[in-house]
């Protein structure tokens, strides 16, 4: 399956010498793998190269954290560790979220979406963690008290 | 930036905010200057303050993040867009 999906075209570096700008033009639009002996090396468009190392590293990311999910301990994470901050129903949400965005990325491509979520979840558990700071943060406040700079 | 865009008036919570504020300034003018323009202008606009704006979530959905330094130094806000104001709820380092 990794082979069809992967859909490389193979050669051997005789072909790539005598024709490069050929297969270098080919690679942009899919894989050309090089075949020398034992060794094997492919050509890849960047951006395409980008997805796949993010898909990797946000996937093992997901699925890390639903198995500690699993586990039983919702406030627990070495993935994320300060969602010990969080409670159970903000970890929910946390979890919701990250799950959505994720299968949301994967589709558009946009990462940086997702690291703007976990960085927004970030944010939120430091202020967790000061008391003083989540009653200030809460507080409805009064217009009337309003300073204008 | 815009000039069709509304421009939002920054206003302190309260009084007890001025201190913190206005420390921040002595202590980051740049920093604060650049802070106060996003806020007139782009106060929900991440692609305008790159890496420095986080929106709460959870209960404090609505109140928005912008990080003076990359240490601890913060200014926490809400936007009214009803009133055009960007209110300012917290500012300075996290508390102890």
Known sequence: MTATVFSDELINSTQLRTQQKRWLDKALIKPISILSGEKQLVLINRDTAKDIFAYNHYASMVIQFCQEQKSGKNNESKMFPWIKYLDDNETMEFTNELLTSFLEVVQTKEWNTLEELIEDWIATAEVKSHPKLVEALLSKGDPAEHVRL | ?????????????????????????????????????????????????????????GPFKGILQYDITKDDYRVWYAVDKKNNKVVIKYAGPHPD
């Open chain 2, 1 to 57: 930036m815009s000039d069709s865009k509304p421009t939002y008036e920054i206003v302190l919570e309260s009084n007890k905010i001025t201190k913190s504020w206005e420390l921040l300034k002595s202590q980051f003018p740049e920093k604060m200057r650049d802070c106060e323009l996003f806020l007139r202008k782009n106060p929900e606009d991440r692609s305008k303050a790159l890496g420095l704006l986080k929106k709460l979530k």
